[in-house]
Structures are given as structure tokens and as C-alpha cells.
């Protein structure tokens, strides 16, 4: 896997607020078909690393190669004609309009002006059924009526939609029970698995090592660590977490 | 390939599945206009039974145009409530639209029809002004509609100047309220009605069917169409007897002509948010504001634009105003702003914004209508419409406030 071109690759890229300094020269890669957890204390960099790829708040220096051309992310258009999506903690979806309007929200496909609804239908719900999405009935459902579960499948489905090929997933197990997180992994799974690369931030270790492919470690702006989840341990990690341990030579 | 798939559309089974699909939904807190519908035939019942004038073909032509104002408004409104904002200005703008179309004709000779376009286009550009304040400067729309309903009541008295009524003589502008179409018209109208919804709902079921989905069972369609035609058919016959207080010296029979305008903004209206991109953005912003601006949608253009609907709206009831009193006054539109509010609501859509259609705002105007003229005819005092017309106000918000607090509980 390593042999293959990242799809994303950051090079000691940095980014202060003001005398603040959020990210310390950090590097960063992604691989398509792996889920790469990005893990790290609160006040690490996690959510500022995300932000410069979502193009929401761009970094201040450092390089950014996608599919190993240099590029620019300074908005969230760039990011996402690029591929790149975020499913925010939050999600994002308008409670009154149901699936299929959720997952096509701002990008709705019309004919002569007028929405062809059958053809978003039909493919919110391919789209879900290439996932094996089995917990949705209906595309039809309002948003409303979802489970927390539901809700980010709905969210990540509408990621893949698009064929993106960056797929980023803010905390998605932080407000679910147990067997729905079982089933959002799941997903994330598939996710790699079809081919996208998928970082997921995650403060749940154990979802971190059931998922992930490789753990990259923030403390205080520094990457302290990027291992293979077969080379290393929970404990280790919360070593790296913590900062009572550094890795010696970072690959990133 | 729908058949294959786990994922279903909700649309699969026979007539029963839907009902019961439907049950569920009521039950969940999606009532849409059910309970005003309901409300409506119970009051009618009352009315009826307590005055047989109410069922006369008279009455019934009264209220039609009693409603129609006050429903054009609150169509207007509903695009407004959708969004989760309110406009309160609504109602002097169209007293204020009436009055450049009054002064316009009367004062300097214009010819109706541009008088018509002045009123409208005054409509438009304050839905534009009040639009950008709300969402560019970022004031709520509360606040903005309320300055706008002081200020204008102030600009009336400026605009119908010292006489304080001016009388409106242009006949076309009085037929839209006052004079019935020729009776072939009626079935002429219920037809292209008939024909207009049997058409789209066939065009969007091959529609579905050509991307490979499964629509809701014909039955459904032929049910609805069949309601439509018999109640229509039914409409137009009591319309086309003989209402006149003195037949042999001026017949009156017919559908008046603001019903033909009233449909055509309800059918345009519905189209828009239910067909369009733009309408689906209205539901959106409503429903999540953020969520939308974030997934590319320009929030602040549809802010605008639906002020402007509204306004329009307001317009076009301005010159429906103006046609019923044969006049305008100083005071005109000042008190119908709440009853169309009031309509909207008690007919199906959220103050909290993002549910509602028009046609709700149409059933809760005659909801409000009909308790106004019901009553009348009892003979009660007239300070009770009010009274009642609040307190079924105040229990349509309950039922919105719950339903809210239910379908959030659901998730």
C-alpha cells in the first residue's frame, strides 16, 4: 500500500492565530482505500489539519499535493471540486427535507428548471444500496424521523454521492450508541474499502483501532507518530497521545 | 432494478399501504392541513345548521370573495413563514399598492392596466428593501416589517391625500371582485384545473418510472382527480344559479373572476416550491439555514427573493382590496396583515418554518372567512369574530408548537 502515490500528502504545513502557532510544520498523508485516523488531545491541531483541507481556513505555508501535483486550498470550492468532503460533527442536514433532497441539498439536478426528482431518487437510493445500506427503508423518510445512526449514513451517503475521493469524518461515532456505531464503522469500512481514502478524527480509541488502517498522532501542533495499526498498540498510542512518547522516524 | 434494491422509495404497495403510511405520518405530528380541513367542514356544519342563509349561493359567492384577499396575502406569507421569518408589513403594503393604483388612475389619468403593473412593482421593491435589511444588514424580519407597517400607514395618508378615499371607477379593476365570469367559463376553468393536475401528476410518474422508481399506486391519482371533478363540477353549478337579490332587474350567476386569479398564484406558487431549485431552497434555509450555506446554497439571494414573493403577493391583494370597496382609504390593508397570518397558520404551516404549502394558507383563509361571516349571520356581537378568530389562531400555533416538540421527540 505504501508504494502507492498518497492522495493527499501535506508537507510542513503550519498555521498560527494570531501569536498562537496551531500547527507546528506537520506532515500529513492519505492513501486511497485506507482509513487513516487522525487522533490527538483537544487543542492539538486536529480540527485546524481539517479546516486547511476543507479550504475553510487555508494554511499559512507549507506544500499540498493531491494525487501528487502541487494544489491550493484556499476555499471550500477548491476543496471540493477536487474531491474533497467533510461530514461534520454536526451533519448538516435540514431536518424537514427528507433523503434524497438531503443528499442532493445545493447540488439538486434539474431538467428545463424543473426538479427530476426521479432520477435523484434513484440514485440517492443506488447509492445507498452500493454502500449496503440496510438501516434506511425509505429515501423517501423525512430527516426528522432518522436515528442518530441514520443521520450519518445519510451524511457520509451524501459525501459519496459525488464521487468524492476524500472522504473526512469529524467524531462520527461521538453521539451514538453502540450498535449504531457498530454499523457507522461499518460503513466507514466500505467507504475504504470502494476505493475512497478516508480520514475519520476520532477521541474513541477502540473505534480508532476497530476501523482504522493507520493512526497519525497530533500533540500540540507536532506529528508525534504515523503507525500502522498492526505495529502498535492502544497503549502505545495513548502514550503518543499524551506526549510521554514520540516516535523516532516519522514517515508520513 | 428498483425491485432488487433494499433501499425503497415508500411508495411501493397497494392503496391501503399508502393510507396507512399516511395514519403513521398524522400521527407523528405531520398533520399538514388536516385539522383546518376538518375545522372547516364543522364549522360549516354549525353555521348551516344555525342559518340557512349560509348555504345560499349568495353567501357563498360572499365569502369567496371575502377570502380572497386575505388568502393572496397569506399565500404571499407562507413563502415568508417558510423561511421561519414574518412579514408584518404585508398587509399596509397592499393598502399602500392600492393606493398608487387608486392615485395613479385618479389623480393622473393612467390607464388601469398600467396602474396595475405600478401597484404590483411598488410591491415587488419594498420586498426588496425590507429582503436586504433582513439579510444583509442582518435585522430581524420582526423588526423591519413592524418600522415598515408604521412608516407606511404614515405614506397612505400622504399618498390618498386630504380626501382621505379614493374611488375607483376603472370597470375591470371592479369585475375582479364584484362581477361573475359568463357561466360556460366555469366549466371552462374546472377543465384546464382537471386537466393541468391529471397532466403534471402523470408527467412526474413517467418521470419516475423512465429512472426506474416505483410511483404511488394509480389508484391514488384516479381518486384524486375524481375528488377534484366532483367537487369542482359541484362548485360551479352553486356558483351558476341565479344569486341575485332582484333577478329581473340585474342577474348575478357565475364564478367570480378573482377565482381564476387566485388559482393561478396558488398553482404558480406551489409549482415553484415544490418543482423548482429555487423552492426547494425556501424548505432548506427554513429547515437549517446553516446546513444550507454550507452545502453552496446563496442563503441571503433566497432571503431576498422570497421577501419579494411576498411583497408581490401583497401587491396583487392591494389591487383585490381596491376592486371589493370599490375605493381606497387611509386605513386600507391595516388589519388584514393578522388575519392572513392567522390563516396560514390555522391552515397547516409552521411558524417555525420550513412545513407548509399554499394551498394551506388557502383552506385556513376560508377557515378565518368563514368563521367572520358564519358569525355574522348568527347575529352575534361583532366584537366576538375577533375574539374567536384569535383563540383559533392561538390553538393552530399549539398544535404547531406540539407537532414541532413531537417530530423532534422522533428522532
Known amino acids: 500500500m505504501s508504494s502507492k502515490t498518497p492522495v493527499i500528502e501535506l508537507r510542513e504545513v503550519k498555521k498560527s492565530f494570531g501569536p498562537v502557532e496551531v500547527l507546528k510544520g506537520v506532515n500529513f498523508s492519505v492513501r486511497a482505500g485506507e482509513v487513516t485516523a487522525l487522533v490527538g488531545d483537544n487543542g492539538a491541531g486536529k480540527s485546524t489539519l481539517i479546516k486547511g483541507l476543507a479550504g475553510i481556513q487555508p494554511y499559512e505555508s507549507g506544500t499540498i499535493l493531491f494525487e501528487g501535483n502541487e494544489v491550493e486550498l484556499t476555499s471550500p470550492r477548491q476543496s471540493s471540486e477536487l474531491g474533497i468532503d467533510v461530514v461534520y460533527q454536526d451533519l448538516a442536514l435540514c431536518d424537514n427535507l427528507d433523503i434524497v433532497h438531503n443528499m442532493f441539498l445545493g447540488r439538486e439536478q434539474a431538467n428545463n428548471g424543473v426538479l427530476d426528482e426521479g432520477h435523484m431518487e434513484s440514485k440517492a437510493a443506488s447509492t445507498l444500496t452500493s454502500l449496503s445500506v440496510r438501516t434506511v427503508k425509505s429515501v423517501r423518510q423525512k430527516v426528522a424521523r432518522l436515528s442518530g445512526g441514520q443521520r450519518q449514513t445519510v451524511a457520509i451517503a451524501r459525501a459519496v454521492l459525488w464521487n468524492n475521493k476524500v472522504v473526512i469524518l469529524d467524531e462520527p461515532t461521538a453521539a451514538l450508541g453502540v450498535a449504531q456505531t457498530e454499523q457507522v464503522l461499518q460503513l466507514v469500512r466500505r467507504l475504504a474499502d470502494a476505493g475512497k481514502a478516508v480520514i475519520i478524527i476520532s477521541h474513541?480509541?477502540?473505534?480508532?483501532?476497530?476501523?482504522?488502517?493507520?493512526?497519525?498522532?497530533?500533540?500540540?501542533?507536532?506529528?508525534?507518530?504515523?503507525?500502522?495499526?498492526?505495529?502498535?498498540?492502544?497503549?502505545?498510542?495513548?502514550?503518543?497521545?499524551?506526549?510521554?512518547?514520540?516516535?523516532?522516524n516519522i514517515e508520513a | 432494478?428498483?425491485?432488487?434494491?433494499?433501499?425503497?422509495?415508500?411508495?411501493?404497495?397497494?392503496?391501503?399501504?399508502?393510507?396507512?403510511?399516511?395514519?403513521?405520518?398524522?400521527?407523528?405530528?405531520?398533520?399538514?392541513?388536516?385539522?383546518?380541513?376538518?375545522?372547516?367542514?364543522?364549522?360549516?356544519?354549525?353555521?348551516?345548521?344555525?342559518?340557512?342563509?349560509?348555504?345560499?349561493?349568495?353567501?357563498?359567492?360572499?365569502?369567496?370573495?371575502?377570502?380572497?384577499?386575505?388568502?393572496?396575502?397569506?399565500?404571499?406569507?407562507?413563502?415568508?413563514?417558510?423561511?421561519?421569518?414574518?412579514?408584518?408589513?404585508?398587509?399596509?403594503?397592499?393598502?399602500?399598492?392600492?393606493?398608487?393604483?387608486?392615485?395613479?388612475?385618479?389623480?393622473?389619468?393612467?390607464?388601469?392596466?398600467?396602474?396595475?403593473?405600478?401597484?404590483?412593482?411598488?410591491?415587488?421593491?419594498?420586498?426588496?428593501?425590507?429582503?436586504?435589511?433582513?439579510?444583509?444588514?442582518?435585522?430581524?424580519?420582526?423588526?423591519?416589517t413592524l418600522a415598515a407597517f408604521l412608516a407606511f400607514q404614515g405614506l397612505q395618508l400622504v399618498v390618498i391625500g386630504r380626501g382621505?378615499?379614493?374611488?375607483?371607477?376603472?370597470?375591470?379593476?371592479?369585475?375582479?371582485?364584484?362581477?361573475?365570469?359568463?357561466?360556460?367559463?366555469?366549466?371552462?376553468?374546472?377543465?384546464?384545473?382537471?386537466?393541468?393536475?391529471?397532466?403534471?401528476?402523470?408527467?412526474?410518474?413517467?418521470?419516475r418510472s423512465a429512472s426506474g422508481q416505483v410511483s404511488k399506486p394509480i389508484s391514488i391519482l384516479i381518486a384524486k382527480s375524481l375528488t377534484l371533478l366532483v367537487v369542482g363540477a359541484g362548485v360551479v353549478t352553486f356558483l351558476n344559479q341565479e344569486r341575485g337579490a332582484n333577478p329581473a332587474v340585474t342577474s348575478l350567476k357565475g364564478v367570480p373572476w378573482v377565482v381564476p386569479i387566485v388559482l393561478i398564484l396558488l398553482a404558480a406558487g406551489t409549482f415553484v416550491l415544490n418543482r423548482t431549485k429555487f423552492g426547494r431552497h425556501v424548505y432548506a434555509v427554513g429547515g437549517n439555514a446553516e446546513a444550507s450555506r454550507r452545502a453552496g446554497i446563496r442563503v441571503d439571494r433566497v432571503r431576498i427573493t422570497v421577501f419579494m414573493i411576498s411583497s408581490t403577493f401583497a401587491g396583487i391583494a392591494g389591487i383585490l382590496l381596491a376592486s371589493r370597496q370599490a375605493s381606497v382609504d387611509a386605513a386600507a390593508g391595516r388589519s388584514i396583515v393578522l388575519s392572513a397570518i392567522a390563516a396560514a397558520v390555522v391552515g397547516g404551516v409552521s411558524l417555525f418554518g420550513g412545513r407548509g404549502r399554499l394551498s394551506d394558507a388557502v383552506i385556513g383563509g376560508f377557515v378565518i372567512a368563514i368563521i367572520d361571516n358564519g358569525l355574522g349571520l348568527i347575529g352575534l356581537a361583532s366584537g366576538l369574530n375577533l375574539a374567536v378568530t384569535g383563540a383559533v389562531l392561538l390553538l393552530a400555533a399549539t398544535a404547531d408548537a406540539i407537532s414541532r416538540r413531537k417530530s423532534r421527540a422522533g428522532s
Open chain 1, 204 to 248: 474513541n480509541l477502540q473505534d480508532v483501532f476497530t476501523v482504522a488502517d493507520r493512526i497519525y498522532v497530533l500533540y500540540l501542533g507536532k506529528m508525534t507518530a504515523a503507525v500502522k495499526k498492526s505495529e502498535t498498540s492502544q497503549s502505545d498510542v495513548v502514550a503518543y497521545i499524551t506526549g510521554t512518547k514520540t516516535q523516532e
Open chain 2, 1 to 144: 432494478m428498483s425491485n432488487q434494491n433494499s433501499v425503497q422509495t415508500g411508495n411501493e404497495g397497494s392503496l391501503l399501504d399508502s393510507f396507512k403510511d399516511y395514519i403513521v405520518r398524522v400521527r407523528g405530528g405531520e398533520t399538514g392541513s388536516l385539522p383546518a380541513l376538518l375545522g372547516l367542514v364543522i364549522l360549516a356544519t354549525i353555521f348551516a345548521v344555525a342559518n340557512p342563509i349560509f348555504l345560499k349561493p349568495i353567501n357563498f359567492a360572499n365569502l369567496l370573495t371575502q377570502t380572497a384577499t386575505v388568502t393572496t396575502l397569506a399565500m404571499g406569507l407562507t413563502f415568508v413563514l417558510l423561511l421561519g421569518e414574518i412579514d408584518l408589513s404585508a398587509g399596509v403594503t397592499a393598502g399602500l399598492s392600492a393606493g398608487f393604483l387608486a392615485v395613479s388612475m385618479f389623480n393622473y389619468g393612467v390607464a388601469w392596466p398600467i396602474a396595475v403593473i405600478i401597484a404590483i412593482l411598488f410591491g415587488m421593491l419594498v420586498g426588496f428593501l425590507v429582503g436586504l435589511l433582513v439579510a444583509k444588514v442582518g435585522i430581524p424580519s420582526f423588526v423591519v
Open chain 2, 164 to 207: 382621505g378615499l379614493i374611488g375607483i371607477d376603472a370597470p375591470p379593476i371592479l369585475a375582479i371582485m364584484n362581477k361573475p365570469m359568463p357561466l360556460i367559463f366555469g366549466w371552462i376553468l374546472l377543465i384546464i384545473v382537471f386537466i393541468l393536475y391529471v397532466l403534471t401528476s402523470l408527467i412526474s410518474r413517467r418521470q
